[in-house]
T-cell receptor, first 112, second 113 residues
Framework: GEDVEQSLFLSVREGDSSVINCTYTDSSSTYLYWYKQEPGAGLQLLTYIFSNMDMKQDQRLTVLLNKKDKHLSLRIADTQTGDSAIYFCAERSYSSASKIIFGSGTRLSIRP | EAQVTQNPRYLITVTGKKLTVTCSQNMNHEYMSWYRQDPGLGLRQIYYSMNVEVTDKGDVPEGYKVSRKEKRNFPLILESPSPNQTSLYFC????????????FGPGTRLLVL
């Protein structure tokens, strides 16, 4: 079945780049998403990428997609304290266009 | 302002007492869905709806019901809540397609005793 996996924790120094990784199993994925969840809040859609793209950049965010390895990453440049949050990777597949499968989330902490 | 609202935000109830969590969106989105979030499990989809009167099961539908009588509202119904339904619930609405937007509600924290 479909599965999305992420590492649970990441700690980076303020000002460095953060790279959050995700792997997925469904080769028919059409959309791949990154969400941010701050403490006590709902999810915020940060960005998404179509499966026919390799890269998408949006200000400090860069998404890289390696379809061969089914690997997705989110790079946050110049990480700030406000970037502390849980980041979720998710996929939506062609075979089940209405269903979005989430990873378990990566908690990003920023150290001074 | 684009918004998804949920009510109540917090609820403590007892086993077997029927409850409804409301969800409303003001963006005229066709697609709405309910998720539960549990530690270490990410978000799991409970039910979703592609349009009025069109609903379907997600990954964990057991013990839940939904209805979609109007486009803006998508209530989640627990007919007979049990302690394993203690969780954080999120409603979301989306415009699916090339220019996709998604909005999540603020969450409803439910404790079933």
């Amino acid at each position: 079945g479909e599965d999305v996996e992420q590492s649970l924790f990441l700690s980076v120094r303020e000002g460095d780049s953060s790279v959050i990784n995700c792997t997925y199993t469904d080769s028919s994925s059409t959309y791949l998403y990154w969400y941010k969840q701050e403490p006590g809040a709902g999810l915020q859609l940060l960005t998404y990428i179509f499966s026919n793209m390799d890269m998408k950049q949006d200000q400090r965010l860069t998404v890289l997609l390696n379809k061969k390895d089914k690997h997705l990453s989110l790079r946050i440049a110049d990480t700030q304290t406000g970037d502390s949050a849980i980041y979720f990777c998710a996929e939506r597949s062609y075979s089940s266009a209405s269903k979005i499968i989430f990873g378990s989330g990566t908690r990003l902490s920023i150290r001074p | 302002e684009a918004q998804v609202t949920q009510n109540p935000r917090y609820l403590i109830t007892v086993t077997g007492k029927k409850l409804t969590v409301t969800c409303s969106q003001n963006m005229n989105h066709e697609y709405m869905s309910w998720y539960r979030q549990d530690p270490g499990l990410g978000l799991r989809q409970i039910y979703y709806s592609m349009n009025v009167e069109v609903t379907d099961k997600g990954d964990v539908p057991e013990g839940y019901k939904v209805s979609r009588k109007e486009k803006r509202n998508f209530p989640l119904i627990l007919e007979s809540p049990s302690p394993n339904q203690t969780s954080l619930y999120f409603c979301a609405s989306s415009s699916l397609g090339e220019e996709e937007t998604q909005y999540f509600g603020p969450g409803t924290r439910l404790l079933v005793l």
